[in-house]
């Protein structure tokens, strides 16, 4: 699974640049035979615009979010892509510079106003992002585009407008929620955010929104909060990106990378801050793992212990005899990965990429088991019996359980990530194959399968092409696991015509079944959903 490419030409640089929307669907040149089945719409959103007039955004999670769409029918494929009318992006147009603070950018006052307004505009303090660019998933009918905050923005997926802006502190008590929900086969969505718990204490809440309505109603109306983990520091939640869940239980991974809410709330106000700036590593905590039922939802107090990762994506979870095995993309040690995603640094020559990602976090995915019951053996021994796996569990003289993982892929600075599972079929429960974007020093330039209980893993690369998360998509009469497609975009920036294509590869072997080119550059794009 490791890249066999070098990237000298510096091609990658071309995803981190700004584009125009498209006045109208484009058709696009297919090569190979696309299933008859496949007919729907792949949905992704990512960043679109890197700059406001001469003010440039800083990292990559800053750009205007851009929503794009390859549309299949009939052999046939058409492209389009518009900017969703966010509070930021549209103020942004109208005032010709960055209005509303971005994850690593900070917004300024007005410099044409006075310098009293410009005074009492930063001890208003600065509004939250709405600038959804990492996901969009569906709630009950309707689609909604996400970033990590409070805010989610209804859009059509047909015609790609943006519908309403949603604050989902007016239906749940959350500061914010993740970009990677999970939904059941009925539809019910659960999240997870922090919030204020008893006594001004920091906790995370796991939220549930019910399956569509028969009556037609907002199923957001209808959210609640169904269990809460505590924090381990007080005024210190853990940046969480993604949580786990079997058919029984929310597992909850606590990292040390930590948001400092007294800078949050006290530097942010009176001086140019941004939510980087608010984010510290607790070098001594290591990571705790967390559980919780689903059905009553309630919170297990087991301590779970094991040292200091970086964590950004489940890839999945499921109870095995008694124990709950958790499958994750980590990263190494305390430091924050994100420090690395600058759009300055993932901008640099090929040989500057190399060197600033063997400063970085390194890359591994990794398997822990928790067991349930954790008085099954006495302590010091290993309390993990499946016979599948190396990964142990052992109670210490504190009470506490220390986990040491089984390590299902690493290579030094070879990332699997953006992990993608059946998972319509297989989330929460026991599988075999997971499928990733690879990071070659950061720089996505492969597509991944990897078989979790034989290590056998498979790559889709060429060169010069820097492909996006690959969506699997079920064949309709799938027998195996592995019986259906990979869907991504990639884009060639080396090439003179149609430098961006959806690539449609068969999820047994990687071996390529379509292309659909189009004539226009695609950027980067983070994550996204396939609607049939």
Not at 54 to 67: K, R, S, T, V
Not at 392 to 404: F, H, I, Q
């Amino acid at each position: 699974m490791y890249s066999i490419l070098e990237h000298p030409a510096g091609g990658y640089k071309k995803i981190f640049e700004s584009c125009d929307e498209l006045a109208e669907p484009i058709p696009a040149h297919v090569s190979g035979k696309i299933p008859a089945w496949l007919t729907g719409s792949l949905l992704r959103v990512g960043p679109g615009l890197f700059e406001i007039g001469d003010e440039p955004f800083y990292h990559i999670f800053d750009g205007q979010a851009l929503i794009h769409k390859f549309d299949l029918k009939d052999g046939h494929v058409t492209y389009y892509r518009r900017f969703i009318r966010t509070d930021a992006y549209v103020r942004a147009m109208t005032e010709k510079r960055i209005v509303i603070t971005e994850f690593g950018t900070a917004a300024y006052p007005d410099p044409c106003k006075n310098i009293f307004s410009r005074f009492f505009t930063y001890f208003q303090g600065i509004e939250v992002t709405d600038n959804c660019l990492v996901n969009i998933y569906p709630i009950g009918e309707d689609f909604y585009a996400c970033t990590e905050t409070n805010y989610i923005t209804k859009v059509d997926p047909d015609t790609l407008e943006t519908i309403k802006k949603v604050d989902l502190c007016n239906y749940l008590s959350v500061n914010g929620v993740t970009a990677h929900p999970h939904t059941e086969p009925d539809g019910t969505v659960y999240n997870i955010g922090n919030c204020f718990g008893k006594n001004m204490s920091l906790a995370y809440n796991i939220v549930k929104i019910p399956p569509p309505q028969d009556d037609k109603s907002d199923p957001i109306e209808k959210s609640k909060v169904l269990v809460q983990f505590p924090s381990s520091e007080r005024f210190k939640p853990s940046y969480v990106h993604s949580f786990g869940m079997t058919e029984n239980y929310f597992v909850f991974v606590e990292t040390p990378v930590k948001i400092n809410l007294l800078k949050f709330l006290t530097y942010w106000s009176i001086r140019g801050t941004n939510y980087m700036d608010c984010f510290e590593s607790n070098d001594k905590m290591g990571t705790w793992f967390h559980l919780a039922t689903k059905n009553p939802g309630e919170y297990i107090d087991h301590k779970f212990r094991t040292s200091a990762f970086n964590l950004f994506h489940h890839i999945n979870c499921y109870e095995d005899q008694g124990f709950i095995v958790v499958d994750l993309c980590t990263w190494k040690g305390h430091d924050f990965v994100y420090n690395y995603l600058y759009l300055a640094n993932v901008r640099q020559n090929w040989e500057e990429v190399k060197k600033a990602a063997m400063r970085a976090p390194q890359p591994e995915v990794r398997r822990y088991v928790l067991p349930l019951d954790i008085h099954r053996e006495e302590q010091g021994k290993n309390l993990v019996s499946l016979p599948y796996t190396t990964a142990t569990a052992v109670m210490c003289s504190d009470g506490s359980v220390w986990l040491e993982p089984e390590v299902l892929f690493s290579g030094p600075r070879q990332a699997f990530e953006f992990p993608q599972i059946n998972y319509k079929k297989y989330c929460g429960k026991n599988y075999t194959f997971a499928y990733g974007l690879g990071l070659n020093h950061f720089v996505p330039d492969r597509i991944c399968k990897l078989n979790v209980k034989s290590k056998e893993t498979w790559i889709w690369q060429e060169p010069d092409a820097y492909p996006s998360e690959p969506l699997f998509v079920q064949s309709p009469d799938a027998k195996d696991e592995d019986d259906g497609v990979l869907m991504s975009i990639v884009v060639k920036p080396g090439v003179t015509q149609r430098p961006a294509f959806l690539l449609i590869l068969n999820a047994t072997d990687l071996t390529e079944i379509a292309r659909a080119e189009v004539d226009v550059m695609i950027p980067v794009t983070l994550h996204g959903m396939y609607k049939p």
